[in-house]
Antibody, heavy 118, light 108 residues
Framework: EVQLVESGGGLVQPGGSLRLSCAASGFTFSSYWMSWVRQAPGKGLEWVAH????????YYVDSVKGRFTISRDNAKNSLYLQMNSLRAEDTAVYYC???????????WGQGTLVTVSS | SYELTQPPSVSVSPGQTARITCSGDALPKKNAYWYQQKSGQAPVLVIYEDTKRPSGIPERFSGSSSGTMATLTISGAQVEDEADYYCYSTDSISHHWVFGGGTKLTVL
């Protein structure tokens, strides 16, 4: 059974940093692209970033480019999102998701809440 | 930037057919995907590659695509189908992925 479990969310002040983690199990993690998607309170889904199975390609939505970094450790079956220079508008539930055929998301974690506030 | 447009809400009575549309300039060339998100839960894939249904998704869910519009159809909608539905597609030039704004389906 595919499982994705996010952790690392919490309350952080504007300008601060946070690192999210996603522990994957039930599939060959190193064979799949992975992605982060977020959802602000009461709002829709927004793709944030995705990373190739070997980590050699990474893509970001414009609003986080230069502030967020997606990475992975295939030996630990883990995906990460390093978030720096956080803003109030980054407040959201952050979901980790598996990518299929390099283009769409089939399995999602339950999400971790990030709140940026003073 | 690439955008997908959905109606904010759709309402039907139980047993009726619900249709949710998604329009985007790249849809003639790119596949559309549909996600269902019930309150407080993670999204679930209900249609992929325009028309395909993942295992475990009821047959009443179907998808179609023509020109710049993709459509999610729920034939004989049930109360448990009440949820937010999001279309999704990709932009292979920018490598950016996009969700529509979401449609709230009410069945009552």
């Amino acid at each position: 059974e595919v499982q994705l479990v996010e952790s690392g969310g919490g309350l952080v002040q504007p300008g601060g940093s946070l690192r999210l983690s996603c522990a994957a199990s039930g599939f060959t993690f190193s064979s799949y692209w992975m992605s982060w998607v977020r959802q602000a309170p009461g709002k829709g889904l927004e793709w944030v970033a995705h990373i190739k199975h070997d980590g050699t390609e990474k893509y970001y939505v414009d609003s986080v480019k230069g502030r967020f970094t997606i990475s992975r450790d295939n030996a630990k079956n883990s995906l990460y999102l390093q978030m720096n220079s956080l803003r109030a508008e980054d407040t959201a539930v952050y979901y980790c998701a598996r990518v299929v055929s390099g283009s769409y998301l089939d399995y999602w974690g339950q999400g971790t809440l990030v709140t940026v506030s003073s | 930037s690439y955008e997908l447009t959905q109606p904010p809400s759709v309402s039907v009575s139980p047993g009726q057919t619900a249709r949710i549309t998604c329009s985007g300039d790249a849809l003639p060339k790119k596949n559309a995907y549909w996600y269902q998100q019930k309150s407080g839960q993670a999204p679930v894939l209900v249609i992929y590659e325009d028309t395909k249904r993942p295992s475990g998704i009821p047959e009443r869910f179907s998808g179609s695509s023509s020109g710049t519009m993709a459509t999610l159809t729920i034939s004989g909608a049930q109360v448990e189908d009440e949820a937010d539905y999001y279309c999704y597609s990709t932009d292979s030039i920018s490598h950016h992925w996009v969700f529509g704004g979401g449609t709230k389906l009410t069945v009552l």
